[in-house]
């Protein structure tokens, strides 16, 4: 098993449908996060758990909810999404913060919404 | 608002050149730095991270940190043109789970 498996790799959705993106970490991390990368924009944060618990919501549309049952799981339910909303999204964990304290990141879910 | 910037590129250099790679961050209190690369189409991955001021070397890789100045730079020594990716920076504020990167520079390492 890779570090942080996501999900499915392509998802085409349309603007009514609803969705969920998966990511699993088997690096025993206690921190998940959700990042978009839309072309030639930075990486943006969207959510970040820590332990189960929502410790960062960057301001993110209510049609993105995400949900981590446990620190080794984390959801994304996308519903009711707009076509800017297409992108690339990716799962990445850490172990603590900071310091020498990397961000591993899964492959990605290429989201397009049609 | 956190900040960090990248020249977009693409930094084009001759195989065997050495590649250098510069970002610059709006928050003094910013702790740690980390280097990603990411080939087209995959996910980034670590090179390699700094948090004290100076030079870091891991291989043909060197990290540079200038806190004064608010910078951090890359240098890719005999780049090869298995090099060509981009290359993002990223920074974290110390007790933070909060890593904010900049757009990337894409490098090209011509043959």
């Known amino acids: 098993e890779t570090g942080v498996t996501q999900t499915p790799r392509h998802l085409v959705m349309g603007m009514t449908n609803k969705k969920s993106l998966k990511c699993e970490q088997h690096?025993?991390?206690?921190?998940m996060y959700w990042y978009k990368q839309s072309a030639k924009k930075p990486l943006e944060l969207m959510f970040v758990?820590?332990?189960?618990?929502?410790?960062e919501n960057n301001s993110v549309p209510s049609r993105f909810s995400p949900e981590c049952p446990n620190s080794s799981h984390l959801f994304l339910h996308l519903h009711t999404l707009q076509p800017e909303d297409s992108a690339l999204y990716l799962c990445?964990?850490?172990?603590?913060?900071?310091?020498?304290?990397?961000?591993?990141f899964g492959q990605g879910t290429r989201l397009t919404v049609v | 608002q956190k900040e960090v910037e990248q020249n977009s590129g693409p930094l084009s250099v001759p195989e065997g050149a050495i590649a250098s790679l510069n970002c610059t961050y709006s928050?003094?209190?910013?702790?740690?730095f980390f280097w990603y690369r990411q080939y087209s189409g995959k996910s980034p991955e670590l090179i390699m991270f700094?948090?004290?001021?100076g030079d870091k070397e891991d291989g043909r890789f060197t990290a540079q940190l200038n806190k004064a100045s608010q910078y951090v730079s890359l240098l890719i020594r005999d780049s090869q043109p298995s090099d060509s990716a981009t290359y993002l920076c990223?920074?974290?504020?110390?007790?933070?789970?909060?890593?904010?990167f900049g757009t990337g520079t894409r490098l090209k390492v011509l043959a």
């Open positions: 990445a964990s850490s172990q603590g913060s900071g310091g020498d304290t990397e961000a591993f």
């Open positions: 690096l025993g991390h206690n921190a």
């Open positions: 758990y820590n332990f189960k618990e929502q410790t």
């Open positions: 928050d003094r209190g910013s702790q740690s």
């Open positions: 700094i948090y004290s001021n």
């Open positions: 990223a920074v974290n504020w110390g007790g933070t789970y909060k890593y904010i």
